[in-house]
T-cell receptor, first 116, second 116 residues
Framework: GNSVTQMEGPVTLSEEAFLTINCTYTATGYPSLFWYVQYPGEGLQLLLKATKADDKGSNKGFEATYRKETTSFHLEKGSVQVSDSAVYFCALKENAGGTSYGKLTFGQGTILTVHP | GAGVSQSPSNKVTEKGKDVELRCDPISGHTALYWYRQRLGQGLEFLIYFQGNSAPDKSGLPSDRFSAERTGESVSTLTIQRTQQEDSAVYLC??????????????FGPGTRLTVT
């Protein structure tokens, strides 16, 4: 079955540091890949996505590239801010039969804390 | 417009009691999903509904769990004879549908269930 593995946290950084959160996956076929973020006291929201190999998703200074050869979708940001403190989830969705809907398979989440 | 709403936001129940959790999706969204998030873990898929198709119940952990949805509106998740291991945050999401690529799932704030 499908699975997503994220680097274990929590991750603690100083403001303006470089961030990498590793994510690897196992899936049949060619899944779509996502990063979701959960800020303190808020609901889960989509951060970025990529739907095919070599696509790069980006948003709010975060980037992740869909690497089929290494089955990875690592999240990066060049300079983190205190406001980036949140829980980050990597997820995949199978694209079976050309449908756009379907369940997401999530990693366990990585807690990021950024200090001033 | 309004996002996905869930009620109640918190529910404390005694072991053995039944509980009902409610989800109001975004208007016009034909797909609706339920997930569970246990403490310190990623989100676990439970069930999803797509229009008038038979729901995908593959994630329901036992026959104590059931869910209903009438048309493209409200859904209720029912847990019978609750157990302490059912304690979790139950998240609902909805999405529009169409062809590829993937369509974003919008998440509600969740219902925190505590079984004592």
């Amino acid at each position: 079955g499908n699975s997503v593995t994220q680097m274990e946290g929590p991750v603690t950084l100083s403001e303006e540091a470089f961030l990498t959160i590793n994510c690897t996956y196992t899936a049949t076929g060619y899944p779509s890949l996502f990063w979701y973020v959960q800020y303190p006291g808020e609901g889960l929201q989509l951060l970025l996505k990529a739907t095919k190999a070599d696509d790069k998703g980006s948003n709010k200074g975060f980037e992740a590239t869909y690497r089929k050869e290494t089955t990875s979708f690592h999240l990066e940001k060049g300079s983190v801010q205190v406001s980036d403190s949140a829980v980050y989830f990597c997820a995949l969705k199978e694209n079976a039969g050309g449908t756009s809907y379907g369940k997401l398979t999530f990693g366990q989440g990585t807690i990021l804390t950024v200090h001033p | 417009g309004a996002g996905v709403s869930q009620s109640p936001s918190n529910k404390v129940t005694e072991k053995g009691k039944d509980v009902e959790l409610r989800c109001d999706p975004i208007s016009g969204h034909t797909a609706l999903y339920w997930y569970r998030q246990r403490l310190g873990q990623g989100l676990e898929f439970l069930i999803y509904f797509q229009g008038n198709s038979a729901p995908d119940k593959s994630g329901l952990p036992s026959d104590r769990f059931s869910a209903e949805r009438t048309g493209e509106s409200v859904s209720t998740l029912t847990i019978q004879r609750t157990q302490q291991e059912d304690s979790a945050v139950y998240l609902c999401a909805s999405s529009s549908t169409g062809g590829v690529p993937a369509y974003e799932q919008y998440f509600g704030p969740g219902t925190r269930l505590t079984v004592t």
